[in-house]
């Protein structure tokens, strides 16, 4: 029996003697079968193929760490550990893990200098990878929202829903729905980071531009499949209830540091302006700040 790993997207299924026949993450709209078709990995071939996971240190913001697959994988996210006086999170989750079913031994010291993990919280099921299998090494519950069920291709004890909008973890975190990418789609609130200012973890949910002082929305990012203008309003509205100076996206160095709150609403100003047509693609930037060609 394998547990086995779609190589696209790096969603790992129960145990079984043969492949799953084909990966629902992957032929969703959302997402896309890989181009020699539907591959198939497990984290003992991995092991072999000398992946491993690196940690990252955080310059200006100390209670947070990065953790990273070498070399990148699947999607190619990487996970968050925030720490906080009361316990630390994992935010996403990467697809390696060093040993089974104890962990591997320089990893397990690594982690143990950070404090550990006391809980694993993904934002959407892209990033699911092989979080039952994190959670039963780690014996940590993962909170998910339950507007995502249906995406749980592996069901296990350590998965906890929540529900309605707002759901309170520990140490000043919080999880909030704003839906759009998935219907469950959350966000991490972290009011004790960056400085006190708060952070805010997006995801797919927010995305951090390759402008980093921008974000996006969309319903794919591979598809390149846009929401509703109605919808991005509603998201824009409830992280402005948020305190927060910084975002912390998905990938190496994808942030939004300083002024992160108005640089989101200002992003769906721009977006909503672009759907509603107030665009004059001919003219060139207007540098006042409010987004370029687009105006409101
Ligand atoms: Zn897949
Ligand atoms: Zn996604």
């Not at 959302?30 to 240190?57: I, P």
């Not at 990033?127 to 039963?136: C, G, P, V």
Request: overall charge negative; proline content about 4%.
């Amino acid at each position: 029996m394998h547990a086995h790993m779609c190589e696209t997207c790096g969603i790992q299924f129960a145990p079984s003697e043969k492949p799953p026949a084909y990966c629902p993450i992957c032929e969703d709209e959302r997402q896309y079968v890989g181009w020699s078709g539907q591959r198939w990995t497990t984290l003992d071939a991995m092991r072999h193929k000398g992946y491993s996971n690196v940690f990252k240190a955080f310059d200006d913001e100390l209670r947070l760490s990065s953790l990273e697959c070498t070399p990148s994988f699947g999607i190619g996210q990487r996970a968050l550990i925030v720490q906080t006086d009361v316990g630390n999170l994992m935010w996403e989750c990467v697809p390696y893990l060093a040993g089974q079913p104890t962990m591997d031994k320089q990893f397990k010291r690594e982690l143990d200098a950070l404090g550990g993990i006391d809980a694993i919280a993904i934002s959407h099921p892209h990033f699911y990878s092989t979080m039952i299998e994190w959670a039963q090494v780690l014996n940590v519950p993962i909170y998910l929202h339950e507007d995502d069920a249906g995406w749980l291709i592996r069901r296990d004890d350590h998965v906890v829903l929540w529900t309605d909008e707002q759901h309170d973890l520990f140490g000043g975190l919080t999880l909030h729905r704003l839906g759009g990418h998935f219907k469950g789609s959350q966000v991490l609130h972290w009011a004790e980071g960056a400085q006190g200012r708060g952070a805010l973890f997006t995801g797919d949910t927010i995305q951090v531009a390759q402008d980093r002082d921008w974000v996006s929305f969309l319903y794919s990012y591979p598809n390149l499949i846009p929401l509703p203008a109605s919808k991005v309003a509603d998201m824009n509205a409830q992280v402005q209830r948020l305190e927060f100076d910084r975002i912390y996206g998905s990938w190496t160095d994808r942030n939004v540091i300083g002024d992160a709150r108005t640089k989101v609403a200002r992003s769906a100003q721009r977006y909503i302006a672009a759907l509603e047509g107030h665009f004059s693609a001919d003219e060139p930037n207007d540098d006042d700040g409010t987004g370029g060609n687009l105006t409101a």
